[in-house]
């Protein structure tokens, strides 16, 4: 099975608990006003990769915390699914998601791809990005969204979220940046200046 691959990063530290490996995964329809990744959209954006591909490279990081955004997550699930399970065949690790759907709205589509990949999340973050309730604090875009817990390992995490104010990383390569987390509205739109 493929993934449709919008980046990926390993040793990210800004989108959940202790070093993680970062996986955006390509195609979102929503099109919310003020989206920070307005190139993950296009389905025929990013790039094609076998699943078993990257399930060495997660492995291979030696990571035990990975965690999946977007894009929408959950319009990739059966591939994400055999992902992760091929990733815990080896490792115990743990999965946070970041969806534009609400944890209803997925119950509500009875897709069994969908329920799978959910059963495989200890933490989700539902609900799609609205910039008038973009209030800069942790873990999430806007105040509707919420942190989920699906098993209890990320407690800790959960109980911070929203509470503290955010904080992003710089990861430099040759003469090209790339940031990870979730900037303010006001750096945002500083570094959609620099581009
Ligand atoms: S759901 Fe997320 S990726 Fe999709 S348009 Fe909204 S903010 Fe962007």
Redesign the pocket.
Known sequence: MNLRIHAFKDGITKLGPGVRFGLWTQG?P???PG?M?PD??PFNGGFEAEVDKIAEKIIASGRIGLTIS???PFFQAAALTELIEKVKAVRDVGVIVYT?YTIEEINACNDPNYIKFLNECDLIIDG??IDELNDGKNGR?SSNQRAIAITDRYNNFVSEFGTKSREVEFFYKEDSFSMVGIPSKEMLERLKKLK
């Open positions: 979102c929503r099109k919310c989206c990744t993950s959209q977007g894009g929408e534009g799609r990005y875009g």
